[in-house]
T-cell receptor, first 113, second 112 residues
Framework: LAKTTQPISMDSYEGQEVNITCSHN???????ITWYQQFPSQGPRFIIQ???TKVTNEVASLFIPADRKSSTLSLPRVSLSDTAVYYC??????????????FGAGTRLAVHP | NAGVTQTPKFRVLKTGQSMTLLCAQD?????MYWYRQDPGMGLRLIHY???????AKGEVPDGYNVSRLKKQNFLLGLESAAPSQTSVYFC???????????FGPGTRLTVT
């Protein structure tokens, strides 16, 4: 199973850009990279998913280098409401009979005024 | 669209009691999942289903059973609750694999 490594916590200030890097050295050819956000007392919420290069949506950007051994979630101009836990997941879903989407401990992002 | 709903929101059980958690989704999703989340930790997959009438074990299935008799519902059962099963339980659904999972609000279970 592909294992991910993320920083345990990060601090930022309102208006800054935040980059959270995830390491996944043993990513498999069919694996996708997915990021989720979780607020206290809520279920996780999907942010973005990618396979290679760069993906951008209205919330964030995801940068994936050519070797795909890491990925970086970029949150532009964060606000206090972006304070949450961010999870990086690597897997190809349930193919092969087992769901490889493993949630690690995530990165706790604290945004300060 | 209500999305994914979970019943109940809170529950306190005594060791040895049984209970069933209900998850319902109105998005016509094929895949459904049950996770548990312990304090300060990520989510761990208990069981999942890739379609009506099918179930499969996840990362931590021991002590739990599931059923998917209807496409929109996924039930999680605890036959004999133990204090180690005190946790927050999340249900999720997705259209297929690789698609984003939609999560319910969670059920906070305490076993004394």
């Amino acid at each position: 199973l592909a294992k991910t490594t993320q920083p345990i916590s990060m601090d930022s200030y309102e208006g800054q850009e935040v980059n959270i890097t995830c390491s996944h050295n043993n990513i498999a050819t069919n694996d996708y990279i997915t990021w989720y956000q979780q607020f206290p007392s809520q279920g996780p919420r999907f942010i973005i998913q990618g396979y290679k290069t760069k993906v951008t949506n209205e919330v964030a950007s995801l940068f994936i280098p050519a070797d795909r051994k890491s990925s970086t979630l970029s949150l532009p101009r964060v606000s206090l409401s972006d304070t949450a836990v961010y999870y990086c997941l690597v897997g190809d879903g349930v193919s092969g009979g087992y769901n490889k989407l493993i949630f690690g401990a995530g990165t706790r992002l604290a945004v300060h005024p | 669209n209500a999305g994914v709903t979970q019943t109940p929101k809170f529950r306190v059980l005594k060791t040895g009691q049984s209970m069933t958690l209900l998850c319902a989704q109105d998005m016509n999703h094929e895949y459904m999942y049950w996770y548990r989340q312990d304090p300060g930790m990520g989510l761990r997959l208990i069981h999942y289903s890739v379609g009506e009438g099918t179930t499969a074990k996840g990362e931590v299935p021991d002590g739990y059973n599931v059923s998917r008799l209807k496409k929109q519902n996924f039930l999680l059962g605890l036959e004999s609750a133990a204090p180690s099963q005190t946790s927050v339980y999340f249900c999720a659904s997705s259209y297929r694999d690789r698609y984003e999972q939609y999560f319910g609000p969670g059920t906070r279970l305490t076993v004394t």
